[in-house]
């Protein structure tokens, strides 16, 4: 028996351009966008500004000066500027005296340790005094360093050097602020996106608002870039150190790339591309704009932190070798909330794992506070002989705070 089946109307099929954000650009197109978008800043990257060594920051003010025709800043992040400016700075001077205090403390230290060799009369006495005034002066260097620069006036509340730099650079093209009516509704719609894990900013659900909307910073200036790029007809670079799970999609602890929500909404709400850069990444495309930026300077601003840094360090304590694995005693010493990393050096990467690049290895042992089945790990050699460790959350949408404590881990390497 034939049966016929007759389908009324006609089937549509997607259009290809609806999938145009995801198209890859090749390198060339990429730079022909850049040479034309529009650039906006987030905050913290014009907030660590105040943080960068003399030379850096010159080179990146240099990168400024040539692109700020084309610069343009949410009122979102001219506000978050504004208020967070001051205690900003006051936050360096903090860190810079806390160095001093460090110095000193380690100074005492070796102080006590020479002259304890020099009591066992093992060393002649003159090499003794003479390495420690090499140290001391040395110390005195950096100490001489660090007081100039918390004294200087670049670094400054009141004679703001930085600001008055960047003023007609970033700030002589702000963004519209919300109407009254406006900021009601998207705090609304800022909420419901939190709840259901909407990128950007449900990563921030959690802080309190003082004043400055901090649980949909995020958010408020992804809606105003995007409103931006649609009333202009503009595709947007926007340059930011953000660097949690809800910006960036991210492989074993590595991130690979803006999160494709991010991307696909942009460009259906605009039918404009947007590009999501760090500033070393936009430093990287400065000679796009005739200016030549040092390695040294791209690598020095990757030091630089967002407030919302989230990496930890990890040290290896200790190692025991079996026949078929590897324990591997870690310490975190500082919490990272999304993930911590370090890379084994050389030499120590010989002596725990040989010959052996590959392996397959999970977490043993944690802090009391955490399960090991709520983190993994991934060891993963470098370009060099190095070995790369990293250690992040098995569920990083869930994740919180305390989520990869500080503490003691124990990592089981079986050796391929």
Known sequence: MCIKLRFEGVLKMTDASAYQWAFPLTEEQEDSLIEKCVISLD?????????????????VLSLFEKVKERVWISDQVAREFFKNRVSVIRKFKSNMNSIMIDLRKEMANVNKFMTTLKNRDLIDPNIIDNVV??????????????????????VSEKNDKIFYAIKDMLFSNIGTEFSEFELEEQKKIAQKRNEKKIPPGYRDKDKKDLGNFEPFGDYFVWRQMMNKSRDDNCDILFVTAERKTDWWDDYEGFRVGPRSELLKEFYTET??????????????????????????????????????????KISVLSFVKYEEFVDISL???????????????DDLSAEIFGECRMTEEEVVSTPSSVSPEDISVVIRPSDDSCMVISLFSSDKDDITDEILPSGNYVVRCRLM
């Open 331 to 345: 310490n975190l010493e500082s919490q990272g909330r999304l993930f911590a990393r370090n890379i084994i050096a």
């Open 43 to 59: 905050t913290n990257v014009i907030l660590n500004l105040y943080s960068l060594h003399a030379e850096t920051l010159s080179e």
């Open 271 to 312: 039918k404009n591309r947007v590009l999501i850069f760090s500033l070393k990444d936009f430093m990287k495309k400065s000679k796009i704009f005739g200016v030549n930026i040092s390695s040294k300077s791209m690598e020095n601003v990757e030091y630089i932190k967002a407030d919302c840094e989230e990496v930890g």
């Open 133 to 154: 005034s090499q140290i001391e002066n040395s110390m005195k260097t950096v100490e001489d360093a660090i007081s100039a620069k918390v004294d200087s006036e670049t």
